[in-house]
C-alpha cells in the first residue's frame, strides 16, 4: 500500500490532465488538508515547489537534488 496518493496540480474541474509532470506525491493527511483548505500548489520548470494559502506564500521548495530526479 501507497503511502502517498497523486495530486492533479491543475484540477480535472479545471481542464486538468493525469500527465506525470502534473502530477505531485502527497500524504493522504495533506492531501486532505490542501482540497479542504483550497492550498494552492505550482511547480514551475525547474520542479520547484511553491505552497500558497490564504493569498500568501507558506513554503517554497528547489528543484530536486540529481540523486532524487
Do not use: F, Y
Not at 11 to 38: F, M, N, Q, S, Y
Not at 43 to 68: C, F, H, N, Y
Amino acid at each position: 500500500m501507497s503511502n502517498t496518493e497523486p495530486h492533479h496540480l491543475i484540477d480535472w474541474d479545471h481542464g486538468g490532465h493525469t500527465d506525470i509532470e502534473l502530477l505531485l506525491p502527497v500524504c493522504k493527511h495533506h492531501h486532505d488538508l490542501l482540497h479542504a483548505k483550497r492550498w494552492q500548489l505550482t511547480l514551475d520548470a525547474e520542479r520547484r515547489l511553491t505552497i500558497t494559502k490564504e493569498g500568501r506564500t507558506v513554503m517554497s521548495t528547489g528543484p530536486p537534488t540529481d540523486q532524487w530526479a
